[in-house]
């Protein structure tokens, strides 16, 4: 019975997390209701989770070491980060969803360029049902090409892609420094996260900020959603280093059915059968490419998460030495 327990947690412990992302979308629509906007959001959140994992794992920063790949990491995690948050905020959240699980075909082409992992059939074929997905999901006879018909969907594909390579930069970043603690890239997540979403903010005005009352509601805000992303992320990573890469990836799609349920909750948001049918689409090849990528015996299976919305949804592609798979900066989110 214990061991049956201790079994279901590692899974709990996920589905929790994947909910949580499923969920977040709606306090940052509180805080952009409050007057700020969603860069503004992205970047405060964000710099309020990095500080929390700072302070918490500080006795890991010391193993932090100069390299290239850090600043590139941080500035895909901002992107990633800000373009989901602002998709969310301005868009229907379900297509901007969906739009930024289309990872599984970006990730095979980045994978192969700077990786120089090989493109095999299989992952071409995933590619292009996840592609095929969106183009069933955006298609429509007043809109013409099936592409984002909204600068916020447009944000969301952008996230997705950027998702993908911070996913790869991940892995070259777990090889080239292996000796830098998980926690540490966590962090860097986090404030590539905060740095960029602070840099955008000046492109962007904030229309009426808050005021009076709503100050403290807007500060209690940022720092809540800062400290449970953070938990989040460290909740997530205790399941990913218990529970195979492969099925992992499938439970992290739970965040579709959470978003789904609490768009139509909170925001009146009924998907189409078109949107239905796409999303299908790209949901499994999420979860076929779980599959196609899962770890060969005698791998580690577990994975790390990081932080913002860092999950990888397209399988085991970033397997470190310490069996930990990386979860997603979306702080993300």
Known sequence: MNLSLRNTWPTLAIMMGASVWGMVWYPLR???????T???ASALTSGAGCLFVLLVRRSAIRTVRWHWLLPALALFAGITNLGFVWGAIHGQVMRVLLLFYLTPAWTA???HFILRERLTWSGAALAAMSLAGAMMMLWSPQ????VPGSLAEWAGLAAGMSFAMSNVLILK???DLPDMRAEMRTAVIFGGAAIFGACASYFESMPAAPTGAHVGEAVLLVLGIGFALATNNMLVQYGLARVPANRASIIMLFEIVVTALTAWLFAGEVPGPREWAGGACIVLASALSSWVHRAKPGEAAGAEGSGNRQDNPDGNLDQDRDGARKNR???MV
Do not use: E, H, I, K
């Open 143 to 146: 809109l013409g090409l099936p």
């Open 173 to 175: 970043t777990s090889r």
């Open 329 to 331: 900066p979306r702080a």
């Open 109 to 111: 082409l980045f994978a």
């Open 30 to 36: 509180m805080l952009n209701a409050l007057g700020l």
């Open 38 to 40: 969603g860069t503004a």
